[in-house]
């Protein structure tokens, strides 16, 4: 029983992130036609400095799997 109410609360906090995900892009873009052009080129541009970053930061820290290793399943380095 707790477990199914625990799934459920999941559930609406996933829901609820999802929809705060969506709200901020669009209320920036509702913003950035009222503001001076410095505001939304800043936001432009730090936005793309951020995704290029975690790229490059995702690519040098991802772990290789197991199967790249020759290693049997569930070993583990420590």
Same mark, same amino acid.
């Given at each position: #029983?707790?477990q199914?109410? *625990?799934?459920?609360?999941?559930?609406? !906090?996933?829901?609820?992130? +999802?929809?705060? @995900?969506?709200?901020s892009?669009? #209320?920036?873009?509702?913003? *950035?036609?009222?503001?001076?052009?410095? !505001?939304?080129?800043?936001? +432009?541009?730090? @936005?793309?400095?951020?995704?290029?970053?975690?790229?490059?930061?995702?690519?040098?820290?991802?772990?290789?799997?197991?199967?790249?290793?020759?290693?049997?399943?569930?070993?583990?380095?420590?």
């Amino acid at each position: #029983m707790s477990q199914s109410v *625990s799934a459920q609360a999941q559930q609406n !906090l996933n829901n609820q992130m +999802a929809f705060i @995900g969506w709200l901020s892009p669009v #209320m920036m873009g509702f913003f *950035s036609f009222k503001m001076p052009a410095a !505001l939304p080129l800043y936001w +432009a541009v730090g @936005g793309i400095f951020i995704i290029v970053q975690t790229i490059i930061l995702n690519k040098m820290y991802t772990k290789p799997n197991a199967a790249s290793k020759n290693l049997p399943i569930g070993v583990e380095d420590l």
